[in-house]
Structures are given as structure tokens and as C-alpha cells.
């Protein structure tokens, strides 16, 4: 499994998905698998705004600690981890 941070631009973007404005954290087999797992549970089914930022194997550390770290589920399992709410 890999973990990915997305960050997304959102201009001309009505209504992004509550709690994505700072970024998405997804664990999955490979890019397509989070983009599919993004597309499905964060933004229903809609397509995703611009991606202005991937990690790829993203270190949790490398990330918000007084918002995303202390506000995510454990990014070992398959799904959305940050921001919560998206199982």
C-alpha cells in the first residue's frame, strides 16, 4: 500500500468537499486506485478539482501537526485518512 497527499486547486470549483481545502491524504495499491478511492468517497462520483500537489510516500511527519496529524485515522489501510469522515 502507498500513501498519497493531494492538494487541490479549487478555483471554478463549486462546493469543494467539506475539510479538503488544506488536502487529502488516501492510501492505495497505486495512483489510480486513490484517484478512484478520491473520486468515489470524497468527491461523489464527481470529477476532481485540479491537482496542484502529489506526494507520493508521503512521511506523516512532513505534515500540518496541529491540523492533519492530530485530526487523521492511521494511514496504513486502504482508504481516505485525512480528513476523516470519507471511510
Known amino acids: 500500500m502507498i500513501r ?7 478555483e471554478g470549483y463549486s462546493n469543494a468537499p467539506y475539510g479538503t481545502r488544506m488536502g487529502c491524504g488516501v492510501t492505495g ?3 489510480y ?8 468517497k470524497v468527491f461523489s462520483g464527481k470529477d476532481l478539482p485540479k ?3 502529489v ?17 487523521m485515522l492511521p494511514p496504513n489501510r486502504r482508504g481516505v485518512w485525512f480528513p476523516i469522515g470519507y471511510q
Open 51 to 53: 491537482i496542484i500537489l
Open 4 to 10: 498519497y497527499w493531494f492538494e487541490f486547486g479549487f
Open 29 to 31: 495499491i497505486n495512483y
Open 55 to 71: 506526494k507520493e510516500n508521503i512521511d506523516i511527519n512532513e505534515l500540518d501537526n496541529g491540523h492533519v496529524l492530530p485530526n
Open 33 to 40: 486506485d486513490v484517484i478512484q478511492i478520491l473520486k468515489e
